[in-house]
């Protein structure tokens, strides 16, 4: 069966080092071939050091080899299904597809069905860069 990426978000979640905001944030990814890969928010006393949760996870499928995202997840104690920052949106669309699916969800069961191209509309990508 394949791994849940909302049970690993979940758990990735409660690793999270977030002592500034105290809002801990874990996502999961799933890539073309099944993998998966999950990552926390590691803030920084320097605050704009500090990293969000589906930026681990990326970084941690690209060490790893892999560079398609099928699926996403992220989830916080947020009172509704948290939306990923701007900067997390232009990372997924780096390596998912418009039609890939996002799930944003809740601690306490929430969840919202979203895609990446829905989170960020027009986005930027490497097409823009052809002359
Ligand atoms: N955060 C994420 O990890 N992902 C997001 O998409 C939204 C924000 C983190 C960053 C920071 O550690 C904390 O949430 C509060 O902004």
């Known amino acids: ?29 799933r890539t073309r071939a099944g993998d998966t890969f999950a990552g926390c928010n590691v803030e920084n006393a320097a605050y704009p050091e500090g990293t969000c949760a589906e930026a681990g996870a990326i970084a941690a499928m690209v060490a790893a080899g892999a560079r398609e995202i099928t699926q996403a997840f992220v ?6 299904p948290v939306p990923p920052c701007g900067g997390c949106r232009q990372k997924l669309a780096e390596f ?8 944003l969800a809740t601690l306490d069961g929430q969840e919202q069905h979203t895609t990446v191209g829905a989170l960020l509309p027009g986005a930027f990508a490497a097409k823009d860069m052809e002359s």
Do not use: C, Q
Request: glycine fraction near 6%; charged fraction near 20%.
């Open 75 to 80: 989830i916080a104690d947020s009172p509704r």
């Open 96 to 103: 998912a597809a418009a039609d890939v699916v996002v799930i």
């Open 1 to 29: 069966m394949a791994t849940d990426l909302g049970i690993l978000a979940r758990e990735v979640r409660e690793n999270a080092h977030a002592p500034y905001s105290g809002f801990k944030v874990g996502a999961a990814v």
